[in-house]
């Protein structure tokens, strides 16, 4: 695993989180097994999002790719909280996710599916960094291991997602100064989470420490 300064995001989750959310480490895999069942059913959603009746192939085989590997994902993480003495439960709300999807700029063709695919990468980098605190902090072996190795795998997506938003509207400019409002967006939507089992809930009463800017123009 990287250093969580190879991703873009503009608050640093502090240790302390991952302490805390891995008291309830059940409720915590429930919360993980729904978020990746609903990143399989985004790319599956985004497959559709192609603004001409026909997508491009490379479009169609990154989508498909991504439902895949969240639905392998999914499958994991269900088993483990059986062997657990756990169940899956349906029932689930991720307001983080959804104060995320206000910002997308519904009904503005490109820039909305641009948007869509923002989020996206957005929601795969906070898990990204999530995941390398889980790893550090885990005492269970086989869960600490399966963090570890879901860590590469949602980089890659939030490294696709970017990818296909600059594909998507080809003007440099303009996706960069978009990428920067939803990455300040994210910061706050995350620090103003409420605390608890989830793999998106906010600092737990600590403060949030800023996160060092990746140099450069682009941060992809």
Same mark, same amino acid.
């Given at each position: 695993?990287?250093?969580?300064?190879?991703?873009?995001?503009?608050?640093?989750?502090?240790?302390?989180?991952?302490?805390?959310?891995?008291?309830?480490?059940?409720?915590?895999?429930?919360?993980?097994?729904?978020?990746?069942?609903?990143?399989?059913?985004?790319?599956?959603?985004?497959?559709?999002?192609?603004?001409?009746?026909?997508?491009?192939?490379?479009?169609?085989?990154?989508?498909?790719?991504?439902?895949?590997?969240?639905?392998? $994902?999914?499958?994991?993480?269900?088993?483990?909280?059986?062997?657990?003495?756990?169940?899956?439960?349906?029932?689930?709300?991720?307001?983080?996710?959804?104060?995320?999807?206000?910002?997308?700029?519904?009904? $503005?063709?490109?820039?909305?599916?641009?948007?869509?695919?923002?989020?996206?990468?957005?929601?795969?980098?906070?898990?990204?960094?999530?995941?390398?605190?889980?790893?550090?902090?885990?005492?269970?072996?086989?869960?600490?291991?399966?963090?570890?190795?879901?860590?590469?795998?949602?980089?890659?997506?939030?490294?696709?997602?970017?990818?296909?938003?600059?594909?998507?509207?080809?003007?440099?400019?303009?996706?960069?100064?978009?990428?920067?409002?939803?990455?300040?967006?994210?910061?706050?939507?995350?620090?103003?989470?409420?605390?608890?089992?989830?793999? $998106?809930?906010?600092?737990?009463?600590?403060?949030?420490?800023?996160?060092?800017?990746?140099?450069?123009?682009?941060?992809?």
């Amino acid at each position: 695993m990287g250093p969580a300064t190879e991703l873009p995001l503009r608050c640093a989750t502090p240790l302390e989180w991952a302490r805390a959310v891995l008291r309830e480490p059940v409720a915590l895999l429930n919360d993980h097994a729904l978020l990746e069942k609903k990143a399989a059913l985004n790319a599956l959603e985004l497959l559709d999002r192609w603004p001409e009746p026909h997508p491009p192939q490379y479009w169609v085989e990154r989508m498909t790719a991504i439902a895949r590997e969240e639905i392998e $994902h999914l499958a994991l993480v269900t088993r483990l909280i059986a062997r657990r003495g756990g169940r899956y439960c349906k029932q689930h709300r991720n307001p983080y996710a959804q104060a995320l999807r206000a910002l997308v700029r519904v009904g $503005h063709g490109k820039q909305e599916t641009m948007d869509r695919l923002m989020v996206s990468a957005l929601i795969e980098a906070r898990s990204c960094e999530r995941f390398e605190l889980l790893a550090r902090c885990c005492e269970d072996a086989e869960v600490a291991r399966l963090y570890r190795d879901l860590w590469a795998s949602e980089k890659g997506h939030y490294l696709t997602f970017i990818d296909l938003a600059r594909q998507m509207l080809a003007d440099d400019g303009a996706v960069d100064r978009r990428w920067d409002e939803m990455l300040a967006a994210e910061a706050g939507i995350i620090a103003a989470q409420p605390p608890g089992p989830r793999i $998106h809930s906010g600092p737990c009463g600590i403060g949030f420490e800023p996160a060092p800017r990746a140099p450069g123009r682009r941060q992809s």
